[in-house]
């Protein structure tokens, strides 16, 4: 089975960017992003489902951000290379989550 990574890579890049404008993040804040990636590790960490949020407009972006955060990271794991195409959510998750490990 081939899969594109660099087009696997753009298209969540794409809707990170279009959800984060949704939800109102700059990419560029490290503190904010250093935050979303503090809510997405204690979501995995805890193993258990988000609770549906039901009508919650807001709540239901913020689960489908972390989601897709979950989806970047396990891509670019997997991904041989990556293109040298700037990626600005995903190498701001990148010093993010580096940040908070180590």
Do not use: N
């Not at 997997?78 to 600005?88: C, G, L, M, W």
């Amino acid at each position: 089975m081939f899969i594109d990574y660099d087009k696997t890579l753009k298209d969540i890049e794409t809707e990170l960017a279009r959800l984060g404008a949704a939800l109102g993040i700059d990419w560029a804040d490290e503190t904010r992003v250093r935050s979303l990636a503090r809510e997405v590790l204690a979501q995995w960490k805890s193993g258990a489902p988000a609770p549906r949020p039901h009508a919650d407009r807001h709540l239901m972006l913020r689960y489908t951000l972390c989601g897709l955060v979950g989806l970047l990271a396990v891509t670019m794991q997997a991904a041989p290379a990556s293109s040298d195409e700037a990626r600005p959510a995903s190498e701001a998750l990148a010093r993010a989550f580096s940040s908070l490990q180590g």
